[in-house]
């Protein structure tokens, strides 16, 4: 599963975009662009809300394993 966050998707007018494999990879990615680019030195709970909405899961593709059954 691959994680995906685009800040954009947070009702912000920036094309930030982060990618991770897990939640926990993922928010420090997006903690740290809030700091750098939106001047949060702390993600309220408010904030947070909207970036975990703003996430979504995809399924990695599997290139190797594409045989039919
Ligand atoms: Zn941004």
Do not use: W
């Amino acid at each position: 599963m691959a994680y995906k966050f685009s800040c954009r998707d947070t009702g912000l007018d920036c094309d930030f975009k982060a990618e991770a494999e897990t939640m926990d990879e993922l928010m420090p990615k997006i903690a740290e662009h809030g700091k750098q680019a939106h001047d949060m030195a702390e993600i309220s709970d408010e904030t947070m809300q909207k970036v975990k909405a703003a996430i979504t899961e995809e399924p990695k593709n599997e290139s190797e394993s594409d045989k039919k059954e």
